[in-house]
């Protein structure tokens, strides 16, 4: 017989408890998973837990799809038809310090659907909106804007205001009561 440290059979030893500890362990987990969850508890307690469990095993059962007006799904809704006119609105999409809006024109030019924001814009960048002005953006079928500019009107012309429209021509006034027009497709004062 071949002679041995006795670091080696120690070791030996250390992992067959181990390993022992472990199989004991398992077979404890299984007995007590295999037991009922009840067990130990009052019995008024335990066949309430028994019964909400029969009702959750019941319901998951018989699962049926939701009906739409009980809290499905809405239905698609079509956009809202596009109006065309002037609409008394003080803001648009641009911070009042860059332009000051005194109402918005909307409606068709050409094949294009045209928001005309009237109002003021500084004279010099940074001082506040004095100038009168139209400000002009494209609106397409999903409700994204595109500036086409900003037009000043003649130096000393105070805020603007669309009075009419007639054809693609915008009527507009000033606060001084100043009338001028302006026409969509060339974007020029006349």
Excluded: C
Excluded at 10 to 36: E, F, M
Excluded at 59 to 65: K, T
């Amino acid at each position: 017989m071949k002679w041995r440290p006795f670091g080696t059979i120690a070791k030996r030893l250390v992992w067959i408890g181990v390993v022992g500890v472990a199989v004991v362990a398992v077979g404890v987990g299984t007995v007590l998973a295999g037991a009922p969850v009840t067990s130990g508890w009052p019995a008024a307690k335990a066949r309430l837990y028994d019964q909400e469990q029969q009702a959750v095993a019941q319901a998951r059962a018989n699962l049926r799809p939701k009906l739409p007006a009980a809290g499905g799904a809405p239905a698609v809704q079509a956009a809202p038809a596009r109006q065309a006119g002037v609409i008394a609105m003080r803001q648009g999409p641009f911070p009042r310090s860059t332009f000051d809006v005194r109402d918005v024109w909307q409606g068709p030019v050409g094949s294009d659907w045209i928001l005309a924001y009237a109002g003021a814009a500084p004279e010099v960048p940074g001082a506040p909106p004095t100038r009168g002005a139209l400000r002009l953006y494209r609106e397409s079928a999903d409700m994204h804007l595109t500036l086409l500019g900003t037009f000043p009107a003649a130096e000393g012309t105070g805020p603007l205001t669309v009075t009419a429209e007639s054809g693609e021509v915008l009527r507009l006034r000033t606060d001084s009561g100043t009338t001028l027009s302006f026409d969509l497709r060339t974007h020029q004062y006349q």
